[in-house]
Protein backbone atom coordinates (compact mmCIF):
# COMPACT_ATOMS: atom_id res chain seq x y z
CA UNK A 1 0.00 0.00 0.00
CA UNK A 2 3.01 2.44 0.95
CA UNK A 3 4.68 1.52 -2.04
CA UNK A 4 1.40 2.20 -4.40
CA UNK A 5 1.25 5.61 -2.38
CA UNK A 6 4.57 6.74 -2.96
CA UNK A 7 3.73 5.71 -7.38
CA UNK A 8 1.13 7.63 -7.32
CA UNK A 9 2.74 10.76 -5.75
CA UNK A 10 5.60 10.34 -8.15
CA UNK A 11 3.92 10.38 -10.97
CA UNK A 12 1.57 13.39 -9.36
CA UNK A 13 4.53 14.99 -9.32
CA UNK A 14 6.32 14.09 -13.03
CA UNK A 15 2.95 14.97 -14.29
CA UNK A 16 3.33 18.84 -12.64
CA UNK A 17 6.53 18.91 -13.96
CA UNK A 18 5.45 18.04 -17.28
CA UNK A 19 3.09 20.84 -17.17
CA UNK A 20 5.20 23.21 -16.11
CA UNK A 21 7.72 22.82 -18.83
CA UNK A 22 5.15 22.65 -21.87
CA UNK A 23 3.77 26.06 -20.07
CA UNK A 24 7.40 26.88 -20.26
CA UNK A 25 7.42 26.19 -24.32
CA UNK A 26 4.31 27.91 -24.71
CA UNK A 27 5.13 31.34 -23.04
CA UNK A 28 8.66 30.79 -24.83
CA UNK A 29 6.90 30.75 -28.22
CA UNK A 30 4.37 33.80 -27.41
CA UNK A 31 7.24 35.75 -26.05
CA UNK A 32 9.71 34.84 -29.15
CA UNK A 33 6.83 36.33 -31.21
CA UNK A 34 6.01 39.59 -28.69
CA UNK A 35 9.47 40.13 -28.20
CA UNK A 36 11.38 39.62 -31.01
CA UNK A 37 8.55 40.63 -33.97
CA UNK A 38 9.01 36.78 -35.43
CA UNK A 39 6.26 34.51 -36.81
CA UNK A 40 5.21 31.32 -34.72
CA UNK A 41 6.51 28.45 -35.73
CA UNK A 42 4.11 25.29 -35.82
CA UNK A 43 6.60 22.85 -35.83
CA UNK A 44 8.01 24.08 -32.78
CA UNK A 45 5.22 21.83 -30.89
CA UNK A 46 6.55 18.89 -32.09
CA UNK A 47 9.68 19.69 -29.75
CA UNK A 48 7.39 19.49 -26.39
CA UNK A 49 7.15 15.93 -26.02
CA UNK A 50 10.69 14.86 -26.29
CA UNK A 51 12.15 18.39 -24.41
CA UNK A 52 9.34 17.48 -21.59
CA UNK A 53 10.86 13.77 -21.37
CA UNK A 54 14.45 14.90 -21.61
CA UNK A 55 13.34 17.24 -18.95
CA UNK A 56 11.78 14.59 -16.58
CA UNK A 57 14.56 12.16 -16.91
CA UNK A 58 17.18 14.31 -15.70
CA UNK A 59 14.81 15.60 -12.82
CA UNK A 60 14.34 11.77 -11.86
CA UNK A 61 18.04 11.00 -12.03
CA UNK A 62 18.69 13.95 -9.82
CA UNK A 63 16.64 12.82 -7.44
CA UNK A 64 13.60 15.01 -7.14
CA UNK A 65 11.24 12.46 -7.29
CA UNK A 66 12.17 10.78 -4.09
CA UNK A 67 11.88 12.13 -0.32
CA UNK A 68 13.40 15.14 -0.10
CA UNK A 69 12.05 16.31 3.40
CA UNK A 70 15.46 16.77 5.77
CA UNK A 71 16.98 18.57 2.55
CA UNK A 72 17.67 21.86 2.46
CA UNK A 73 15.98 24.00 -0.32
CA UNK A 74 19.17 25.28 -1.87
CA UNK A 75 19.77 21.74 -2.52
CA UNK A 76 16.58 21.08 -4.01
CA UNK A 77 17.61 24.31 -6.18
CA UNK A 78 20.94 23.01 -7.12
CA UNK A 79 19.04 20.01 -8.63
CA UNK A 80 17.00 21.72 -10.49
CA UNK A 81 19.59 23.60 -12.33
CA UNK A 82 21.67 20.88 -12.48
CA UNK A 83 19.35 19.10 -15.13
CA UNK A 84 18.16 22.18 -16.54
CA UNK A 85 22.15 22.50 -17.51
CA UNK A 86 22.40 18.77 -18.71
CA UNK A 87 19.17 19.61 -21.18
CA UNK A 88 20.84 22.21 -22.49
CA UNK A 89 23.58 20.24 -23.23
CA UNK A 90 22.12 17.00 -24.40
CA UNK A 91 18.97 19.01 -26.17
CA UNK A 92 21.72 21.10 -28.07
CA UNK A 93 23.70 18.36 -29.09
CA UNK A 94 20.38 16.58 -30.42
CA UNK A 95 19.27 19.57 -32.22
CA UNK A 96 23.05 19.75 -33.87
CA UNK A 97 23.07 16.00 -34.99
CA UNK A 98 19.56 15.91 -36.49
CA UNK A 99 20.98 19.31 -38.81
CA UNK A 100 17.53 21.06 -37.05
CA UNK A 101 19.11 23.93 -38.29
CA UNK A 102 15.40 26.42 -38.55
CA UNK A 103 15.14 25.84 -35.32
CA UNK A 104 15.78 29.33 -32.71
CA UNK A 105 18.72 29.31 -30.45
CA UNK A 106 17.35 32.58 -29.15
CA UNK A 107 13.75 30.57 -28.22
CA UNK A 108 15.75 27.27 -27.31
CA UNK A 109 17.58 29.33 -24.73
CA UNK A 110 14.16 31.54 -24.15
CA UNK A 111 12.65 28.24 -23.00
CA UNK A 112 15.40 26.50 -21.00
CA UNK A 113 15.39 29.65 -18.44
CA UNK A 114 11.90 29.68 -18.51
CA UNK A 115 11.84 26.08 -17.96
CA UNK A 116 14.21 26.17 -14.92
CA UNK A 117 13.37 28.99 -13.82
CA UNK A 118 9.53 27.95 -13.25
CA UNK A 119 10.77 24.32 -11.97
CA UNK A 120 12.39 26.06 -9.27
CA UNK A 121 9.50 28.48 -8.42
CA UNK A 122 7.48 25.13 -8.40
CA UNK A 123 9.60 23.29 -6.05
CA UNK A 124 10.09 26.29 -3.95
CA UNK A 125 6.14 26.66 -3.66
CA UNK A 126 5.29 22.72 -2.98
CA UNK A 127 7.75 22.68 -0.28
CA UNK A 128 6.44 26.18 1.56
CA UNK A 129 2.55 24.11 1.33
CA UNK A 130 4.38 21.10 2.30
CA UNK A 131 5.60 22.88 5.27
CA UNK A 132 2.24 24.87 6.05
CA UNK A 133 0.72 21.20 6.14
CA UNK A 134 3.68 20.45 8.46
CA UNK A 135 3.23 22.75 11.08
CA UNK A 136 -0.57 22.37 10.93
CA UNK A 137 0.38 18.37 12.35
CA UNK A 138 -0.11 16.98 9.15
CA UNK A 139 2.51 14.62 7.12
CA UNK A 140 4.32 14.05 10.26
CA UNK A 141 7.17 11.50 10.51
CA UNK A 142 7.28 9.88 13.76
CA UNK A 143 11.08 10.08 14.97
CA UNK A 144 12.97 8.49 17.98
CA UNK A 145 16.05 10.29 18.86
CA UNK A 146 18.64 8.65 20.82
CA UNK A 147 22.37 9.54 21.67
CA UNK A 148 24.66 11.66 24.30
CA UNK A 149 26.60 14.42 24.94
CA UNK A 150 26.96 18.24 22.57
CA UNK A 151 25.73 16.41 19.54
CA UNK A 152 22.20 14.71 20.94
CA UNK A 153 21.49 18.22 22.15
CA UNK A 154 22.46 19.88 19.07
CA UNK A 155 19.81 17.80 17.34
CA UNK A 156 17.15 18.13 19.83
CA UNK A 157 17.59 21.87 19.09
CA UNK A 158 17.79 21.73 15.14
CA UNK A 159 14.09 19.64 15.01
CA UNK A 160 12.80 21.85 17.26
CA UNK A 161 13.43 24.94 15.36
CA UNK A 162 12.31 23.33 12.00
CA UNK A 163 8.44 22.56 12.63
CA UNK A 164 8.35 22.79 8.61
CA UNK A 165 9.92 19.79 8.57
CA UNK A 166 7.03 17.60 10.11
CA UNK A 167 9.13 15.79 12.55
CA UNK A 168 7.73 14.60 15.79
CA UNK A 169 10.06 13.67 18.33
CA UNK A 170 8.59 10.46 20.27
CA UNK A 171 11.26 10.15 22.84
CA UNK A 172 14.56 11.54 23.39
CA UNK A 173 16.46 8.82 24.93
CA UNK A 174 19.76 9.72 26.89
CA UNK A 175 22.06 7.14 26.92
CA UNK A 176 23.22 8.21 29.89
CA UNK A 177 20.36 7.54 31.74
CA UNK A 178 21.34 3.95 31.03
CA UNK A 179 18.81 0.84 30.39
CA UNK A 180 18.48 2.08 26.54
CA UNK A 181 17.86 -1.19 24.77
CA UNK A 182 14.94 -2.23 27.09
CA UNK A 183 13.86 1.56 27.34
CA UNK A 184 13.60 1.67 23.01
CA UNK A 185 11.81 -1.97 22.49
CA UNK A 186 9.16 -0.99 25.03
CA UNK A 187 8.77 2.47 22.54
CA UNK A 188 8.67 0.37 19.94
CA UNK A 189 6.34 -2.42 20.99
CA UNK A 190 3.99 0.73 22.01
CA UNK A 191 4.33 3.58 19.98
CA UNK A 192 4.65 4.72 16.36
CA UNK A 193 8.16 5.07 15.01
CA UNK A 194 8.74 5.48 11.56
CA UNK A 195 12.55 6.06 12.02
CA UNK A 196 15.45 6.57 14.64
CA UNK A 197 17.96 9.14 14.97
CA UNK A 198 21.44 8.48 16.77
CA UNK A 199 23.36 11.11 17.83
CA UNK A 200 26.69 10.84 19.85
CA UNK A 201 29.82 12.16 20.96
CA UNK A 202 33.09 10.67 19.61
CA UNK A 203 35.31 9.32 22.65
CA UNK A 204 31.84 9.47 24.90
CA UNK A 205 29.91 6.37 25.83
CA UNK A 206 28.39 3.60 24.97
CA UNK A 207 31.07 2.02 23.42
CA UNK A 208 30.83 0.40 19.95
CA UNK A 209 29.20 -3.06 21.24
CA UNK A 210 26.29 -1.24 22.88
CA UNK A 211 25.89 0.76 19.52
CA UNK A 212 26.00 -2.21 17.61
CA UNK A 213 23.35 -4.03 19.75
CA UNK A 214 21.19 -0.56 19.18
CA UNK A 215 21.25 -0.89 15.71
CA UNK A 216 20.78 -4.24 15.80
CA UNK A 217 17.32 -3.46 17.55
CA UNK A 218 16.38 -0.85 15.15
CA UNK A 219 17.15 -3.38 12.53
CA UNK A 220 14.57 -5.81 13.68
CA UNK A 221 11.92 -4.20 14.67
CA UNK A 222 12.53 -2.61 10.78
CA UNK A 223 12.95 0.70 11.35
CA UNK A 224 15.02 3.54 9.48
CA UNK A 225 18.13 4.68 11.23
CA UNK A 226 19.77 7.73 10.35
CA UNK A 227 23.39 7.89 12.50
CA UNK A 228 24.98 11.12 13.28
CA UNK A 229 28.75 10.60 12.93
CA UNK A 230 31.59 13.18 13.25
CA UNK A 231 34.27 11.53 10.70
CA UNK A 232 34.36 14.05 8.34
CA UNK A 233 34.18 17.06 10.70
CA UNK A 234 36.74 15.74 12.74
CA UNK A 235 39.28 14.66 9.35
CA UNK A 236 38.01 18.29 7.58
CA UNK A 237 37.05 16.43 4.51
CA UNK A 238 34.13 17.94 2.90
CA UNK A 239 31.51 15.20 1.87
CA UNK A 240 30.72 11.52 3.00
CA UNK A 241 28.85 8.97 1.34
CA UNK A 242 28.30 5.23 1.91
CA UNK A 243 30.25 3.02 -1.24
CA UNK A 244 31.79 -0.43 -1.60
CA UNK A 245 35.42 -1.69 -2.05
CA UNK A 246 34.65 -4.63 -4.01
CA UNK A 247 32.14 -6.96 -1.77
CA UNK A 248 32.88 -4.49 0.97
CA UNK A 249 30.68 -1.67 2.23
CA UNK A 250 33.09 1.26 3.20
CA UNK A 251 32.36 5.09 4.18
CA UNK A 252 33.74 7.36 1.25
CA UNK A 253 35.10 10.50 2.78
CA UNK A 254 36.32 13.28 -0.54
CA UNK A 255 36.89 16.80 -1.22
CA UNK A 256 35.04 17.16 -4.56
CA UNK A 257 31.96 14.90 -5.68
CA UNK A 258 32.43 11.69 -6.92
CA UNK A 259 29.15 11.99 -8.57
CA UNK A 260 29.92 10.72 -12.39
CA UNK A 261 27.62 12.95 -13.84
CA UNK A 262 29.00 16.39 -12.05
CA UNK A 263 32.62 15.36 -13.27
CA UNK A 264 31.23 15.36 -16.65
CA UNK A 265 29.53 18.07 -16.40
CA UNK A 266 32.67 19.74 -15.42
CA UNK A 267 34.50 18.32 -18.35
CA UNK A 268 32.34 19.43 -20.36
CA UNK A 269 32.58 22.87 -19.72
CA UNK A 270 36.23 22.65 -19.60
CA UNK A 271 36.50 20.79 -23.23
CA UNK A 272 33.69 23.60 -24.51
CA UNK A 273 35.91 26.75 -22.78
CA UNK A 274 39.14 24.77 -23.95
CA UNK A 275 38.05 25.07 -28.02
CA UNK A 276 36.99 28.64 -27.86
CA UNK A 277 39.98 29.54 -26.25
CA UNK A 278 42.01 27.48 -29.17
CA UNK A 279 39.68 29.18 -31.41
CA UNK A 280 41.11 32.76 -30.05
CA UNK A 281 44.78 31.45 -30.02
CA UNK A 282 44.54 30.52 -33.33
CA UNK A 283 43.28 33.99 -34.69
CA UNK A 284 46.17 35.65 -32.07
CA UNK A 285 48.78 33.29 -32.40
CA UNK A 286 50.63 34.94 -35.62
CA UNK A 287 50.59 38.48 -34.01
CA UNK A 288 51.72 37.83 -31.03
CA UNK A 289 54.31 35.24 -32.44
CA UNK A 290 55.44 37.93 -34.69
CA UNK A 291 55.98 40.04 -31.18
CA UNK A 292 57.88 37.94 -29.59
CA UNK A 293 60.53 36.87 -32.17
CA UNK A 294 60.88 40.62 -32.80
CA UNK A 295 61.26 41.71 -29.08
CA UNK A 296 63.82 38.95 -28.33
CA UNK A 297 65.25 35.88 -29.40
CA UNK A 298 64.34 32.18 -28.39
CA UNK A 299 61.31 30.11 -28.79
CA UNK A 300 57.43 31.86 -29.16
CA UNK A 301 56.16 28.96 -26.38
CA UNK A 302 57.66 28.33 -23.18
CA UNK A 303 56.73 25.14 -21.61
CA UNK A 304 57.86 24.07 -18.09
CA UNK A 305 57.44 21.03 -16.03
CA UNK A 306 54.53 21.57 -13.38
CA UNK A 307 52.76 19.53 -10.75
CA UNK A 308 48.90 18.53 -11.72
CA UNK A 309 46.52 16.35 -9.96
CA UNK A 310 48.00 13.80 -6.80
CA UNK A 311 51.33 14.46 -8.22
CA UNK A 312 51.28 13.74 -11.86
CA UNK A 313 53.83 15.76 -14.04
CA UNK A 314 53.07 17.60 -17.25
CA UNK A 315 54.60 20.50 -19.09
CA UNK A 316 52.49 23.84 -19.04
CA UNK A 317 52.56 25.75 -22.19
CA UNK A 318 52.85 29.27 -22.72
CA UNK A 319 53.50 32.43 -24.58
CA UNK A 320 57.40 33.17 -23.81
CA UNK A 321 57.53 36.15 -21.27
CA UNK A 322 61.03 36.33 -20.70
CA UNK A 323 64.14 36.21 -22.40
CA UNK A 324 65.88 33.00 -23.51
CA UNK A 325 67.95 31.73 -20.24
CA UNK A 326 65.74 33.59 -17.52
CA UNK A 327 65.33 30.17 -15.52
CA UNK A 328 69.16 30.21 -14.81
CA UNK A 329 69.26 34.33 -14.09
CA UNK A 330 66.53 32.59 -11.31
CA UNK A 331 69.45 32.31 -8.82
CA UNK A 332 70.38 36.12 -8.89
CA UNK A 333 67.23 37.18 -8.21
CA UNK A 334 66.14 34.83 -5.01
CA UNK A 335 66.70 37.90 -2.52
CA UNK A 336 64.13 39.92 -4.14
CA UNK A 337 60.68 37.41 -4.11
CA UNK A 338 58.32 39.48 -2.32
CA UNK A 339 56.47 36.21 -1.74
CA UNK A 340 55.98 34.23 1.20
CA UNK A 341 56.20 30.58 1.28
CA UNK A 342 57.62 28.39 -2.09
CA UNK A 343 56.05 31.02 -4.71
CA UNK A 344 58.68 32.84 -6.66
CA UNK A 345 57.43 36.73 -8.26
CA UNK A 346 60.00 39.76 -8.34
CA UNK A 347 58.27 43.12 -9.12
CA UNK A 348 59.62 44.42 -12.10
CA UNK A 349 61.38 41.43 -13.01
CA UNK A 350 64.22 42.23 -15.00
CA UNK A 351 64.30 39.36 -17.03
CA UNK A 352 60.22 40.27 -18.57
CA UNK A 353 60.52 41.24 -22.08
CA UNK A 354 58.76 44.56 -23.16
CA UNK A 355 56.27 41.67 -25.20
CA UNK A 356 56.03 39.92 -22.08
CA UNK A 357 55.08 42.60 -19.99
CA UNK A 358 52.24 43.31 -22.15
CA UNK A 359 51.32 39.81 -22.43
CA UNK A 360 51.02 39.03 -18.69
CA UNK A 361 49.50 42.05 -17.87
CA UNK A 362 46.74 40.96 -20.24
CA UNK A 363 46.76 37.49 -19.21
CA UNK A 364 47.45 36.42 -23.02
CA UNK A 365 50.04 34.61 -22.17
CA UNK A 366 48.24 32.15 -20.49
CA UNK A 367 46.08 31.43 -23.66
CA UNK A 368 48.34 27.96 -24.72
CA UNK A 369 47.37 26.27 -21.54
CA UNK A 370 43.80 25.88 -23.31
CA UNK A 371 45.78 22.71 -24.99
CA UNK A 372 46.91 21.49 -21.33
CA UNK A 373 42.98 21.76 -20.93
CA UNK A 374 42.03 19.89 -23.71
CA UNK A 375 44.39 16.97 -23.03
CA UNK A 376 42.78 16.70 -19.38
CA UNK A 377 46.19 17.68 -17.84
CA UNK A 378 44.37 21.18 -16.46
CA UNK A 379 40.82 22.78 -15.81
CA UNK A 380 39.44 25.81 -16.47
CA UNK A 381 38.92 26.33 -12.77
CA UNK A 382 41.23 24.87 -9.96
CA UNK A 383 44.12 25.81 -8.09
CA UNK A 384 47.39 27.14 -9.70
CA UNK A 385 50.32 24.30 -10.68
CA UNK A 386 52.94 24.46 -8.78
CA UNK A 387 56.69 23.62 -10.17
CA UNK A 388 58.45 20.63 -8.60
CA UNK A 389 60.50 22.56 -6.77
CA UNK A 390 58.08 24.63 -4.94
CA UNK A 391 56.03 21.26 -4.14
CA UNK A 392 59.13 19.80 -2.28
CA UNK A 393 58.80 23.15 0.01
CA UNK A 394 55.32 22.28 0.98
CA UNK A 395 53.98 21.73 4.68
CA UNK A 396 51.76 18.74 5.42
CA UNK A 397 48.42 20.44 4.68
CA UNK A 398 49.87 22.38 1.62
CA UNK A 399 49.40 18.90 -0.30
CA UNK A 400 45.77 19.27 -0.93
CA UNK A 401 45.66 22.04 -3.27
CA UNK A 402 47.27 19.33 -5.66
CA UNK A 403 44.70 17.20 -4.96
CA UNK A 404 42.55 18.36 -8.09
CA UNK A 405 43.23 19.20 -11.65
CA UNK A 406 45.05 22.49 -11.50
CA UNK A 407 42.92 25.50 -13.43
CA UNK A 408 44.29 28.72 -15.15
CA UNK A 409 41.69 30.35 -13.53
CA UNK A 410 40.67 30.17 -9.94
CA UNK A 411 40.08 32.34 -6.37
CA UNK A 412 43.54 33.68 -6.15
CA UNK A 413 42.86 34.81 -9.55
CA UNK A 414 40.34 36.25 -9.31
CA UNK A 415 40.79 38.02 -5.18
CA UNK A 416 43.78 39.82 -6.67
CA UNK A 417 46.78 37.83 -7.47
CA UNK A 418 48.73 40.90 -7.11
CA UNK A 419 47.83 41.35 -4.23
CA UNK A 420 48.20 38.42 -1.95
CA UNK A 421 51.53 37.44 -1.11
CA UNK A 422 50.71 35.46 2.04
CA UNK A 423 51.78 31.71 0.31
CA UNK A 424 49.34 30.31 3.44
CA UNK A 425 46.54 32.81 2.70
CA UNK A 426 46.63 31.52 -0.67
CA UNK A 427 46.63 27.94 -0.11
CA UNK A 428 43.91 28.66 2.15
CA UNK A 429 41.84 29.88 -1.23
CA UNK A 430 42.29 27.03 -2.61
CA UNK A 431 41.18 24.77 -0.14
CA UNK A 432 37.93 26.82 0.22
CA UNK A 433 37.65 26.29 -3.55
CA UNK A 434 38.04 22.39 -3.15
CA UNK A 435 35.26 22.04 -0.54
CA UNK A 436 33.07 23.83 -1.60
CA UNK A 437 33.07 23.00 -5.09
CA UNK A 438 30.32 22.73 -7.73
CA UNK A 439 29.64 23.55 -11.13
CA UNK A 440 27.89 26.82 -10.38
CA UNK A 441 30.71 27.97 -8.49
CA UNK A 442 32.99 27.34 -11.77
CA UNK A 443 30.58 29.53 -13.93
CA UNK A 444 30.87 32.38 -11.54
CA UNK A 445 34.43 32.16 -11.06
CA UNK A 446 35.06 32.16 -15.01
CA UNK A 447 32.65 35.44 -15.06
CA UNK A 448 34.26 37.27 -12.58
CA UNK A 449 38.00 36.47 -13.93
CA UNK A 450 36.32 37.91 -17.41
CA UNK A 451 34.72 41.14 -15.88
CA UNK A 452 38.71 41.71 -14.43
CA UNK A 453 40.44 41.14 -17.99
CA UNK A 454 37.88 43.40 -19.54
CA UNK A 455 36.02 45.75 -17.25
CA UNK A 456 39.05 48.21 -16.73
CA UNK A 457 39.20 48.81 -12.81
CA UNK A 458 38.00 45.62 -12.00
CA UNK A 459 41.16 44.05 -9.98
CA UNK A 460 39.76 41.20 -8.34
CA UNK A 461 38.43 40.92 -4.41
CA UNK A 462 37.11 38.50 -1.91
Known sequence: MLREYSRILVFLAAALDGLVIAAAFAAA??????????TLDPRYFWYVVPFSALFLFLLHRYGLYGSQRYDPAWTTVRRVLSAAAWAAVLSGAALYLAHAGGFS??????FLLLAAGALVAEKILIRWIQGAFRRRGRNLRHVLVA????????????????PQLGIRVVEAVDWAEGDVLERVRRL??????????????RGTPPG?????????????FGKVTRVLTAVHEETGYARMAPCRLGEWPALCLYSLPLDPDLLLLKRWLDVTGALVGLAATAVLFPAIALAIKLDSPGPVLFRQVRVGRNGRRFRILKFRTMIADAERRKAELLDRNHHDGPIFKVPDDPRVTRVGRFLRRTSLDELPQFWNV??????LVGTRPPTPEEVVQYAAWHYRRISIRPGITGLWQVCGRNRIRDFDRIVRLDLYYI???SFWLDVRLILRTLRVLFVPGRNGGC
Open 147 to 162: GRGERFRRLLDWIAAR
Open 374 to 379: LKGEMS
Open 105 to 110: RSFFGL
Open 208 to 220: PREVRAFLRLCEE
Open 29 to 38: CLLQGRLLGR
Open 435 to 437: SNW
Open 188 to 201: FRRRVVDEVFVALD
